[in-house]
């Protein structure tokens, strides 16, 4: 008999993209506190945050402005509605100040309670919108290989990364994948299947938790363009590039995309209550806006919500008065410097960075193939010295830490990267 059956799990929790029954085996790992850059254990130990959490902690931990903003609206009223003509005060300011902020003047912001609740948002949007202006033929979306549009239905559909899709059997229909750098081929799917049958493309300016990978500023330039010419709505994926992480306040708005839509979340609030957005542009946002009885029969309980809202306001007012995006952009190459000489060690065949705070060490392919558990023991080894990352899918480790770092963090990055990379790669050879 096994003895796991008796075994008393270690948790209740069932954890998102986990091996459950390693976890049960060893126990999770617990972070108690944060501060700033740094994320504390429960023992008390001390870890520098390469990623920022899950992309999103753009302005740090344990920020008690963002605290007490959170505490105050929540004794005030933590939320009603948003439903119909209703709604509190913070999530009108907020909608108020991200529109100011967006790619395109004039956007109206549609709240929901993440970034898979965006992207799903904007497939119907996408869908509705064409109804509503009389193309309802256009409802095919098209998306590109390695992307990661979250794990909602809609999302899981749209995804580029295959381990994501499978298991599920047939996912929805009308959704077309294109390379991920190579304009000509998104023209050529678009042609293959009539303009007027394609509704948007997805896109992520720079790809995220498909490995870190930037097609560059050409392929943006001329992917724009082919939308264009043929009328097919552009939705920019920045829940991970909006708000700062880049450099500027959005991606598209530095990569000038001028996108119909623009999908956020994570640092929308920095992470402290989930919240995510859908930006959309006046065209868009104009049949539903102008037009008396026009409703759209879609939005969350949580769409707008007070305690989240008043914790974005509280995370935008730190990202402008601490001006912590320039300070991305002044970063960049610091990033490119501290981590190019990882690309030295026999175990990494790359580094990839040069847009904002966003970088990825891919680990060789050939290691990788020999030795599925090489990523995750770097992980632990860096974990074991103080480091927090993790493996992308692709095999490469992620750096994209809050925007308080310093180039002495990037290079301790880096120097643990280092090591970590030699200690694993050694242990798996013996
Ligand atoms: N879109 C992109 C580009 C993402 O990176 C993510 C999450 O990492 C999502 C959507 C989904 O966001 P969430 O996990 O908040 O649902």
């Not at 959704?175 to 509704?199: C, F, K, M, P, T």
């Not at 991970?240 to 708005?253: D, V």
């Not at 770097?378 to 750096?399: D, H, I, S, W, Y």
Request: charged content about 20%; proline content about 5%; aromatic content about 8%.
């Amino acid at each position: 008999m096994s003895r796991r059956v008796a075994f008393l799990p270690v948790t209740a929790m069932w954890h998102p993209f986990a091996d459950m029954a390693a976890v049960s085996d060893s126990g999770p790992f617990v972070l108690a506190r944060g501060e700033r850059q740094f994320v504390f254990d429960e023992s008390g130990a001390r870890y520098l945050d390469a990623t920022a959490g899950l992309w999103f902690a753009n302005v740090g931990h344990g920020r008690a402005e963002i605290a007490a903003a959170i505490g105050e609206q929540a004794a005030r009223i933590a939320h009603f509605s948003s439903f119909g003509d209703m709604a509190e005060r913070p999530a009108l300011e907020l909608a108020e100040r991200v529109a100011a902020l967006a790619p395109v003047p004039g956007s109206r912001v549609f709240f929901t309670s993440g970034g898979s609740d965006a992207v799903d948002t904007a497939k119907k949007l996408v869908r509705r919108y064409w109804h509503a202006v009389g193309e309802p033929g256009r409802r095919v979306v098209i998306t590109r290989e390695r992307a990661y549009h979250g794990m909602h239905w809609g999302g899981t559909s749209l995804s580029g990364i295959d381990p994501n899709r499978e298991g599920y059997g047939e996912l929805q229909p009308d959704v077309v994948r294109v390379a991920w750098d190579d304009a000509q081929a998104l023209a050529d799917a678009i042609d293959a299947l009539g303009a007027e049958n394609v509704g948007a493309f997805f896109c992520e300016p720079v790809i995220g938790a498909g490995g870190v990978h930037f097609a560059g500023e050409e392929y943006l330039t001329q992917a724009r363009r082919v939308c264009e010419e043929r009328g097919v709505l552009w939705v920019s994926d920045e829940v991970i590039t909006g708000f700062g992480r880049t450099g500027e306040w959005f991606a598209s708005t530095r990569f000038r995309l001028d996108p119909d839509l623009v999908l956020t979340a994570k640092g929308l609030t920095s992470g402290y209550v989930p919240m995510g957005a859908v930006l959309a542009a006046p065209r868009v946002a104009a049949p539903f806006f102008d037009e008396p009885g026009t409703v759209w029969r879609h939005g969350y309980t949580y769409s707008g919500h007070a305690v989240a809202a008043a914790a974005g306001l509280a995370s935008l007012d730190i990202l402008e008065r601490e001006q912590l995006v320039a300070r991305v952009r002044d970063l960049e190459p610091a990033v490119t410097s501290s981590l190019s000489p990882l690309a030295e060690l026999d175990a990494v065949s790359e580094v990839r960075s040069g847009v904002g705070l966003l970088a990825a060490v891919q680990l060789e392919a050939d290691l990788l193939a020999a030795d599925d558990q090489l990523l995750p023991r770097v992980v632990l080894e860096m974990r074991r010295r103080g480091v927090l990352t993790r493996g992308l899918v692709g095999g490469a480790l992620q750096l994209s830490p809050p925007f308080v770092v310093d180039e002495a963090d990037l290079k301790t990055f880096a120097d643990v990267a280092a090591e970590a990379i030699e200690a694993a790669a050694g242990s798996g050879r013996t």
